[in-house]
């Protein structure tokens, strides 16, 4: 699934996406179903090591929810997989529009 979605041309996001920001199972160890935690977009930090929930928000969710909660098996994923730049500024953050999330629902559904 991971290299089928890697080549995902669904969308307009990824002409300009570097590489997706697929999904992570955190800790894999751990036995039993993951709960799915899903966020809006990957940011730049994100697009730039590949991994969800990295960036200041996502170093938040990890250690103020994730931290807390009893030992389970997590899949962080978000809405859409490629970074969501401005319009002529490929380094901006913006929101992703209904056509880019609903592009993407194909994947998510298969978590």
């Not at 920001?21 to 039993?32: A, F, N, S």
């Not at 103020?64 to 009893?70: D, E, K, V, W, Y």
Request: aromatic share 10%; hydrophobic share 35%; glycine share 6%.
């Amino acid at each position: 699934m991971r290299r089928d979605w890697a080549e995902c041309r669904n969308c307009s996001l990824a002409s300009t996406s570097k590489s997706p920001v697929l999904y992570e199972i955190c800790p894999p160890e751990q036995p039993g179903p993951p709960v799915l935690w899903i966020a809006e977009a990957p940011g730049p930090n994100e697009w730039a090591l590949g991994r969800p929930l990295i960036g200041p928000s996502g170093k938040f969710f990890r250690s103020q929810i994730l931290g807390t909660l009893p030992p389970h098996r997590w899949t962080l994923a978000n809405r859409v997989a490629c970074f969501p730049a401005k319009k002529g500024a490929p380094t901006q953050f913006r929101s992703p529009n209904k056509t880019e999330m609903k592009a993407c629902e194909p994947w998510r559904d298969r978590l």
